[in-house]
């Protein structure tokens, strides 16, 4: 082994590294490990190439130590942008995936569809019935919406408006279905309030603290629905109340009337008043008129001819459902409601059997069946 031969070979080794990319310094080192290197193994087998062994051997040590010193420098950044010890911060983007979602690509209806599937956690069916149409229509616009989104960057969020709808059919499924999603609703809103001044915000704020606060009387120690009118006020929470009220007057205050705020002041109606007998029903019915021009619902439509049933008497109420469509959910009940005010029980007793049929919800399955089963056994004895 010719260690002149090696040492002569040093000079070109290290300016092919060079060319290469290799820093000066870096390049020496690795020259200098591929002569070692050469030293301990040429003497029992010379290359045929020496310097196209010190090249490639140079090299390789280059690359070992380069990737060595990159690894060793995202340690050392992992390691500072470790948090420092203690409690971690809270942190939650949920309400911003709710933006998110609510994509300007989107129209609105498939955005708060998307949102409530992706986000909100409910299933298809809970949201096919919030807006009323079948299942498998809902299921397509599920997928239209996310083959939509699926090219696009998330980086333009959504609207308020938009949000607002999602965390109102959000809260109004954990309300009264069997995924219990109203204090979660409640909490985003609270934390949309803290950041947008709208006075939309506010109303549905207020509509959410205003129904949330009836929570603990609307069903009974064996599971049964408690209508309204026979719901124990003194079980309200009256601090959720006065707070949704004090919200609602400051929004109303705005001049600045939307269907959120509609909808919390027919709540907070019903909240004022120290016993069922004492709601203000024709002041409901005018808030019902004014939040029918604001959305065109029939739904809405459906609920004010109960208040007209209320106000006017029952077949004020009958005349307000005669216009509305058959097949809109909880017309039915509605219907043998007003039939049952009206004296008619046979008739109420029949509708509202059928409407249990119809009911999709448990709890309101077995009330329509109590009310339906009740009639019946008066019926005879009435005759």
């Not at 990319?21 to 490990?33: K, L």
């Not at 040429?42 to 070992?64: E, I, N, Q, S, Y």
């Not at 959504?158 to 607002?164: E, R």
């Not at 509305?324 to 509202?352: F, I, K, M, Q, W």
Request: net charge negative; proline share 5%; charged share 25%.
């Amino acid at each position: 082994m010719d260690e002149a031969l090696i040492r002569s070979l040093t000079p070109s080794v290290l300016t092919v590294l060079v060319r290469r990319g290799a820093d000066f310094a870096a390049a020496e080192d690795a020259v200098q490990e591929a002569l070692v290197e050469a030293v301990r193994g040429w003497a029992d087998d010379p290359p045929r190439d020496p310097k196209g062994w010190l090249v490639t051997v140079a090299w390789r040590r280059f690359l070992d130590a380069a990737r060595a010193d990159t690894a060793r420098r995202r340690r050392e950044d992992r390691v500072e942008e470790e948090p420092a010890p203690g409690p971690a911060p809270d942190v939650d983007d949920t309400l911003q995936l709710y933006f998110l979602c609510a994509h300007p690509s989107l129209t609105p209806s498939s955005a708060v569809a998307l949102t409530l599937r992706a986000v909100g956690g409910l299933t298809t069916r809970q949201i096919a019935r919030a807006y009323l149409v079948p299942e498998a229509t809902m299921a397509q616009r599920i997928s239209r919406a996310k083959r939509t989104v699926s090219g696009v960057r998330f980086d333009r969020p959504g609207d308020v408006a938009t949000v607002l709808r999602v965390l109102y059919l959000v809260f109004n499924e954990g309300y009264s279905g069997d995924v219990d999603l109203a204090a979660e609703a409640i909490r985003l809103t609270r934390q949309l309030a803290a950041s947008v001044d709208h006075p939309e915000v506010a109303g549905l704020l207020a509509l959410m603290l205003l129904h949330h606060a009836r929570r603990a009387a609307r069903t009974a120690p064996d599971g049964s629905l408690v209508p309204l009118a026979e719901q124990d006020r003194g079980l309200w929470d009256t601090a959720s109340i006065a707070e949704g009220v004090a919200m609602l007057q400051a929004a109303l205050a705005r001049d600045r009337l939307g269907e959120f705020q509609a909808q919390a002041a027919i709540a907070a109606l019903h909240a004022d008043a120290p016993t069922a007998g004492e709601t203000d029903w024709v002041q409901i019915v005018e808030w019902y008129d004014v939040l029918a021009r604001l959305t065109g619902s029939p739904v809405v439509r459906l609920n004010r001819a109960v208040a007209v049933g209320e106000a006017d008497g029952p077949r004020a109420g009958l005349a307000a459902l005669a216009g509305l469509d058959e097949a809109l959910p909880r017309y039915t009940a509605v219907a043998a409601y007003l039939h049952e005010r009206d004296g008619d029980l046979d008739r109420a007793a029949r509708l509202y059997a059928e409407a249990a049929r119809k009911a999709s919800d448990l709890a309101e399955r077995d009330h329509l069946t109590r009310r339906a089963a009740r009639l019946n056994s008066r019926r005879p004895a009435d005759r």
